[in-house]
């Protein structure tokens, strides 16, 4: 799979997850989390550019479960695109770990199947250090479907 094929297929599989509502965007108050909301906010991951990303690597584990799932497709974008980044390292790390990955409705199968075939196309790209965490990241996304 190239990197187009993989992005039309996360796009796919991410077009139905709902927008966390305003009030379910990160996951506590605080001046971090609020500059975070606020610029998300009414944006779909298409609409964050890929500097945005880079910019704010380290701030998944701020999202809500909702909102992560909901963003997800922008940090896949620019993890794909850039393996050796910051952003593909906290990518993994937070695929390797449960640590708000259970959004209200769960993740359906194409979504799961997307992130699985992510980590297949990221694995090859990678320097060994991370491959440590795509192989807990690949059976933590095996066993919860």
Known sequence: MDYNELMQQIKSAFATAPAP???NIICHECEECFVLRDGVRGRTADELSDSWVEENFDQLPLFSDDAKRFY??????VAALKPDSLVAQFV????SSDFRLQPSD????????AIRD?????ETRIDELDKEDVAKAKALWQSVA
């Open 21 to 23: 509502e305003d009030d």
């Open 72 to 77: 997800f497709p922008a940090y896949f974008r």
């Open 92 to 95: 993994l790390y937070s695929l």
């Open 106 to 113: 769960g993740y359906s199968p194409q979504q799961m199947q």
């Open 118 to 122: 992510f980590l297949e196309y990221i």
